[in-house]
């Protein structure tokens, strides 16, 4: 009972710089030094890339960079003009850093994740290890996983300059050898070597030993929230949690914030911090490619195109109708910035779904949409749902996600862990859906067996995910739906943004209100409902139109099945526009525009004790309870925010947050007593940019994705987020019952429990758990998950782990991300050695274009290498050519041969082996005065104080080519 009190109560023993908020104002956190890391090293990218195509990058690189800024300097066109949205960086960014703030929570008590306890080879083998696995994801395109790995990595990286004494040795540069696993870690203090003295009058100022300082020895604090046991002689942490801290020497050392022991010298370590994060983004950048690595950090503007296809027999329509819809964007938008990012294509039938397409070739997924054949099937439902959770779970969060099918779905038990996918992931699910009955009851065959065609309640299933995600679901006849694939054309605008949308099911006349604002370009509005459904538009002018007019002074618009879609007209029209509707069947209105001003939003909760933060809350918020929004705005650095409300999009409630500013562009809102419900984010703020001209514009926009409350409490911690292939991990979780927010201990109950992967692993789990009398409210038990020895390395599993009460009027889930990552043992770079290099270079550089110097180099990964997998020119405009050729000893030798002009008289080559492993190795021409010819020199590689340094020089004729590790 103890240890369960305790355990729950961790989070709040934060011993690191704070993860995401700094409430004194004044202390910089891991969420702005990964911030500030990324945007730095996305801008330097950028900068290359924009000289290498000769294009002007005005930047200027330095902590003062903002996501809009950077967005807008990376994008090739590049003009101030284009309709940027930063959405996407946001909240790849985001992910980042909620996944370095969750170390705090998951490794709480683990000293290798923190730097603590002198455990520099541990620390070390989390970063490598975790480099490794990132690499890994992003060679699969696995990003949304490798942006999760890397977060968890940076937390580790950042924290040693906090609670080692690197900084206070003098160090102006980061420790390079934590992220190089082929590099000794020297000077460490040795375990019986003392390293600090007691603190005078709280004042730890002096504490490090001079003799530790003197001779340069690396140590860190010791941390313990249990016991003040520590080595003799040993820095301590500090703080008041840290229990060393009060056994001699007293004090500690950690720079986490401006109030800790070292807290002096907190900015200093932040800095540096940074500094170290760049170092490794800049590892990672090279050992992807640029184009990857941007990617990865999540700079792009464009959506993912994603179709998830019924393939039987009586769908070879719809599918052409997709194929000639996608071929369309394909073609509008080919090598401009709005084309789609990448591409997914998921076919289902029965009894099969998949396989998934991902790409970002157009031409593959047009190869692939086109070999689509309709065929089989007939009378049976299909696999939709589980071919939908494939595209969930690989589409980038916020995807739209269209799905065409005319048969209910077999897996319709999928629904709450699809639900759950939705809200975790934020995807808009939209349906096409053709042919369904006007009755409720399907009819019978003259066979004997019912027909595809679905009837109403088939419909709900995906009427009811369209809602949850902010998606449509869009019913019309086969010969129809070529009207209603234009919401698919609408959604591959840039910046697309949800102003306002509503669901009314039981139908009821209702009056809507909404806010144009003078950002927004080409608004529309959805109305889905029957066929009686009339409505009357009113701008804020005062102009009405109604439904009888399809073209009129406000909006001109089309009928399709049960869709109208409206294009508005708001020119000169700010303002408070309303639209009333009549209809007593279920109806849905949704208002959407392009604007580069929108918002991001994730759940966050609190954890109790010194520092009191927050973290990533995944799964519901309780009914009854408190929760609390992380948001931040995008697209204005001048926007305020004046007001963010949960509201119940079917129904009256509404409960409004109290706002916290905490920097660039983020707020903290809080919400008390947040009933049993679902409920949509909006958001209203004013912008005072000069684009709204004189007058300050009112917005708003709404989060498409809905936030169902629960009162029951699924928690789940994994030891690890990576594992190997062929092994298995048990994730122990707890259920937990609640009234109003807090844990009942007097419930009892059982709970359906449902543990879902998205790569179909073995999984076992209990298929209930009982929270029986006496137990405080609380059920535990175990997941396990197999990982098949076959899976690559950097494939993501997404584990959700799903409680259902004995109703099953109430579910709530746990989302848990790995990665598959072998162990890396090839931990040494590629080696290069120069071979020749041939012609020399005039001296006078008037005459450099009509002369070529050429470069040739052996490039190697060594006896147990993985092997060379990439080599490319990271300096220099000159023609790269390699070839492979067996070495006397049996092994692999890639031959790099460069020629340039010798106008451009330097090179610098950048070798990755299979695993990631980055080596890069320069050759400069120089003209020599002697004349005399020489052979190709040796290569001499000496080893120096754990820096690998091999120097080749290489004589031919005139040329010198010098050559450097770096
Ligand atoms: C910020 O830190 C400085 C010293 O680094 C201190 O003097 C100042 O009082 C702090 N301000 C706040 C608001 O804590
Ligand atoms: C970090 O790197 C920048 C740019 O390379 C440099 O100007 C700055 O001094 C470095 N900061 C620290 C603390 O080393
Ligand atoms: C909608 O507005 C009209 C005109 O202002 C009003 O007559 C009607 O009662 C309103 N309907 C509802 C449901 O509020
Ligand atoms: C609005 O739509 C028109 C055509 O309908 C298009 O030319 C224009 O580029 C769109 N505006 C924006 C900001 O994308």
């Not at 679901?473 to 086969?478: A, H, N, Y």
């Not at 911690?717 to 594992?723: E, F, K, L, T, V």
């Not at 707890?734 to 201990?745: C, E, I, K, R, W």
Request: with cysteine.
């Amino acid at each position: 009972m103890f240890l369960v009190v305790v355990v729950l109560s961790l989070p709040g023993f934060i011993h690191s710089f704070q993860p995401l908020f700094s409430f004194d104002g004044n202390s910089t956190t891991h969420r702005d030094i990964t911030q500030r890391a990324v945007l730095r090293k996305t801008a330097e990218v950028c900068r290359d890339i924009a000289a290498s195509e000769g294009r002007d990058f005005s930047l200027t690189i330095d902590d003062s960079l903002t996501v809009a800024r950077v967005q807008r300097a990376c994008s090739s066109a590049g003009t101030s003009t284009s309709l940027v949205s930063t959405v996407m960086f946001r909240t790849s960014i985001a992910n980042m850093y909620f996944s370095n703030a969750k170390v705090d929570v998951a490794f709480a008590l683990s000293e290798e994740h923190h730097f603590d306890d002198e455990t520099f080879q541990g620390g070390r083998d989390i970063i490598t290890a975790g480099v490794s696995a990132v690499k890994a994801s992003v060679k699969l395109e696995s990003f949304i996983a490798g942006r999760w790995t890397l977060g968890r990595v940076c937390h580790t990286l950042q924290d040693f300059y906090s609670h080692s004494n690197w900084v206070e040795l003098g160090n102006k540069a980061p420790y390079s050898a934590l992220i190089r696993p082929d590099q000794p870690l020297e000077n460490l203090a040795g375990p019986n070597t003392p390293t600090c003295r007691s603190c005078t009058g709280g004042n730890c100022a002096d504490n490090l030993l001079p003799e530790l300082l003197q001779q340069g020895l690396l140590t860190s604090g010791y941390f313990n929230i249990f016991s003040s046991s520590k080595p003799a002689g040993k820095c301590s942490h500090g703080g008041s949690f840290d229990k060393t801290s009060k056994q001699d020497p007293v004090g500690g050392i950690s720079k986490d914030d401006t109030g800790s022991s070292h807290g002096s010298l907190h900015h200093k370590a932040a800095d540096l911090a940074v500094n170290a994060t760049m170092e490794l983004l800049e590892d990672i950048r090279v050992a992807t490619g640029d184009k990857n690595f941007l990617r990865l950090m999540g700079l792009s503007q464009s959506s993912v195109l994603c179709f998830v296809i019924d393939t039987t027999g009586s769908m070879s329509d719809d599918i052409s109708e997709a194929k000639r819809v996608s071929f369309d964007i394909i073609d509008r938008k080919r090598g401009t910035e709005q084309e789609p990012s990448a591409y997914i294509l998921v076919p289902f039938n029965d009894p099969g779904f998949g396989p998934l397409t991902m790409t970002t070739n157009a031409d593959v997924f047009k190869d692939r949409i086109n070999k689509l054949t309709a065929s089989g099937g007939g009378d049976i439902p299909e696999l939709c749902l589980s071919g939908l959770q494939l595209a969930l779970t690989a589409a980038p969060p916020s995807s739209e996600i269209f799905v065409f099918t005319d048969a209910p779905a077999k897996d319709a038990h999928l629904k709450s862990t699809i639900t759950a996918l939705i809200e975790s992931t934020k995807s808009v699910v939209t349906f096409m859906l053709t042919d369904v009955l006007a009755s409720r009851r399907r009819r019978r065959s003259l066979q004997g067996t019912s027909p595809r065609s679905m009837s109403q309640s088939d419909a709900q299933l995906y009427r009811d995910l369209a809602r949850a995600s902010g998606g449509q679901s869009i019913e019309v006849t086969k010969s129809d739906l070529s009207l209603a694939t234009s919401v698919i054309e609408d959604s591959s605008a840039s910046a697309v943004v949800t102003v306002f949308q509503v669901v009314r099911n039981p139908g009821r006349p209702d009056n809507f209100t909404f806010t144009v604002d003078g950002s927004l370009r080409n608004m529309t509005a959805y109305i889905t409902g029957a066929p009686s459904l009339t409505f009357n538009l009113t701008s804020s002018k005062g102009v009405s139109q109604s439904s009888s007019q399809s073209s009129g002074p406000l909006a001109s618009f089309t009928t399709a099945g049960n869709l109208r879609r409206l294009s508005l007209n708001t020119d000169n029209q700010t303002g408070s526009w309303e639209i009333s509707v009549a209809s007593s069947s279920p109806y849905s209105v949704k208002v959407t525009g392009q604007s580069s001003v929108n918002f991001i939003y994730n759940l966050v909760e609190a954890h109790e004790g010194a520092h009191g933060d927050f973290s990533l809350k995944e799964g519901r918020p309780l009914s009854g309870g408190n929760a609390s929004l992380l948001v931040s705005v995008t697209g204005s650095d001048t926007v305020k925010v004046t007001e963010v409300t949960l509201f119940d999009s079917s129904g009256p409630t509404e409960v409004n947050g109290s706002l916290q500013a905490v920097g660039s562009g983020n707020f903290l809102v809080t919400f008390s007593g947040v009933p049993a419900g679902d409920f949509a984010v909006r958001l209203r703020g004013e912008d005072s940019s000069s684009s709204s001209r004189s007058t300050q514009s009112g917005f708003q926009r709404q989060a498409p994705t809905q936030i169902k409350t629960s009162s029951i409490s699924v928690t789940a911690q994994a030891n690890n987020s990576n594992i190997e292939p062929g092994s298995t991990i048990s994730i122990p979780f707890t259920v937990t019952t609640t009234s109003n927010g807090v844990v009942n201990n007097s419930a009892t109950g059982s709970f359906t429990v449902r543990a879902n992967n998205d790569r179909s692993y073995p999984s076992a789990s209990p298929s209930t758990v009982t929270v029986a009398a006496g137990s405080g409210g609380k059920a535990n038990a175990t997941v396990t998950l197999t990982v098949p020895a076959s899976a690559t390395s950097g494939t993501d599993v997404t584990l959700t782990i799903e409680a259902e009460n004995a109703a099953a009027t109430d579910t709530n889930y746990a989302v848990l991300r790995f990665s598959v990552s072998s162990k890396v043992t090839d931990i040494s770079r590629p080696v290069c050695q120069v071979v020749s290099s041939s012609t020399s270079c005039p001296s006078s550089s008037s005459l450099c274009a009509s002369s070529q110097w050429k470069f040739v180099a052996n490039l190697t990964d060594g006896i147990n290498g993985t092997g060379i997998e990439s080599v490319t020119v990271r300096q220099g405009n000159g023609t790269l050519n390699t070839s492979t050729v067996d070495g006397a000893g049996g092994e692999n030798i890639t031959v790099a041969t460069y020629s340039a002009s010798c106008c451009a008289q330097s090179v610098e080559l950048a070798v990755v082996d299979r695993v990631g492993n980055v080596g890069t190795c320069g050759g400069q021409a120089r003209e020599s005065t002697t004349a005399t010819p020489a052979t190709t020199a040796a290569v001499s590689t000496t080893s120096t104080g754990g820096h690998t340094l091999g120097i080749s020089y290489c004589l031919w004729i005139s040329v010198a080519v010098s050559l450097l590790w770096k």
